[in-house]
C-alpha cells in the first residue's frame, strides 16, 4: 500500500511509515505565535522552567491580530512580545508586516515536506506548499518553543479530487466554500484533507493558499497540497532547504473520497452565521449591504487585490469597504501596479496590512444589525466584534460587485 501525501511528510521525519492513529514525535521546522496566543505561550513557557527556546531561527512571533494597537492593555501584551523576543533572540514581525500565515511563506519558513505549527487554527494555510501545517494551543506552543518537537496522532485523509476549468468570475475561493457546504463543518475533523487534480494544478500559489486556510471550517487537522513547479516558482530564493516535489501515491488508501466538477460550479457565499450555510449568489441576490471588508489570510494577496481593482478602476464603492492587504510584501507590490490607487480612488479605506477587522478586534468593527460582505474565513455570531451583524463570506470578486452596488449581486 502506498502513502499519502501526510504519510509521506511524517515518513520523512522518522523514516518509517506511520499508520492512521498511531502517535509519533515530529521535529518542528517552525513554530509561530501571534498577538492573541503568544503572551499565553510566554506565560507557559516561563511557568515550565524553560530557560531558552530550542531554535531561535525556527521561532517566530507575529504582531497582526491588533495591529496596531488598539488600546494600553493590547500594547502591554505586544511589548511583552518584544521583551520575550529580544530576551530570546528570536524574530518577531511587528506592526505593518502583515497576517501570520502570509508573512511565514514569504520570508521562507514553509517548504515541502516541513512539519510547521501555529497558536492559530488557520495555520492549515501552508498546506498549500505541501507541507504538513497545524494549529495547536498556547500551553502547547510553550513546549514546543523550549523542546522543538510535539506528538502528533497520524490523521485518516480523504482526498478531493478536483477537475475542469472555473467558470468566469468562479474563484478558488467558490470551490473551497462548496466543498465545506457538502462536507459541513465538522466532516472532515482530524483528518488531512488533501487536493488534488488539474484544477489544483492550473491554480497560482495565492489561489490555493485560499483552500488549504479553509481546511479547518470543515474540521480537518490540516490541509496538503502536492508540490510541483509554481510551489518551487514561489518558494524559490526564500528557502534555505532544498526543493523537493512530493505527491502522494497513486495507491494511497484514503478513508473518503470526492469529486468536484470545477467547470460546473457558480459564485456561492457562506450566508449567516454558519461557513457551511453555503447558497448560490444568485438565490440571495439583491441582499443590502452596509460594509465590504477586502483582506485577511483566506483573500488579501496579490491576485486577490487584483480581482478587486479591475472591477471598481474608474467606478465608486455604494458600501463603506475596508481592503487590508495580507502582507507589507502584497501591498508595495499593490502599489507598484497601481492597484492601491485604483482602491482608494474608488471610495475604500485602505488599512494597515493584517487581521483587522476579521477578528473584531479593530479596524473596521460592524454595528448592530449591519450586513457585511467579507472575503474572511468564519462569519460566526460575533465573530467581528458585534453579535448582531450578519456577515456573508465571499470571493474577493463578489466581494467587490457588492460594494460597488450596495449589494448582494451575481456578476453578469
Known sequence: MGMTLIEKIIYGKIERHSSPGEIVVLPIDAAMAHDGT?????????????KKVWDREKAIFVIDHISPSSNEGTSTLHKMMRDFAKKHGIKLYDVGEGVCHQILPEMGYVFPGAVVVG????????????????????????????????????PESIKININGKMKEHVTSKDIILHIIGEI?????????????????????????????????????????????????????????????????????YYSDELEVEADKLEPVVSCPHSVDNVKPVSEVEGIEVDQVFIGSCTNGRLEDLRMVAKILKGKKVKARTIVMPASREVLLNAIKEGIIEDIIMAGCALGVP???????????????????????????????????????????????????????????
Not at 460582505?373 to 448582531?388: H, L, P
Not at 451583524?389 to 460594494?403: C, G, H
Open 184 to 252: 459541513k463543518a465538522d466532516g472532515a475533523t482530524y483528518k488531512a484533507v488533501e487536493f488534488t487534480g488539474n484544477t489544483i494544478r492550473e491554480m497560482s500559489m495565492d489561489s490555493r493558499m485560499v483552500m488549504t486556510n479553509m481546511v479547518v471550517e470543515m474540521g480537518g487537522k490540516t490541509g496538503l497540497m502536492p508540490s510541483d513547479e509554481k510551489t518551487r516558482a514561489f518558494l524559490e530564493g526564500r528557502i534555505k532547504v532544498p526543493f523537493k516535489e512530493l505527491k502522494a501515491d497513486e495507491n494511497a
Open 38 to 50: 503568544a503572551p499565553l505561550m510566554i506565560k507557559s513557557f516561563e511557568e515550565m522552567g524553560a
Open 354 to 412: 493584517g487581521c483587522g477587522p476579521c477578528v473584531g478586534g479593530h479596524h473596521g468593527i460592524p454595528s448592530p444589525g449591519d450586513v457585511v460582505v467579507a472575503t474572511t474565513n468564519r462569519n460566526f455570531k460575533g465573530r467581528m466584534g458585534i453579535a448582531d451583524a450578519y456577515i456573508y463570506l465571499a470571493s474577493p470578486i463578489i466581494a467587490a460587485y457588492a460594494a460597488l452596488n450596495g449589494k448582494i449581486i451575481y456578476p453578469r
Open 119 to 154: 497558536a492559530d487554527s488557520h495555520t492549515c494555510t501552508h498546506g498549500a506548499f505541501a507541507a504538513f501545517a497545524t494549529g495547536i494551543g498556547s500551553t502547547e506552543m510553550a513546549a514546543v518553543f523550549a523542546s522543538g518537537k510535539l506528538w502528533f496522532k497520524v
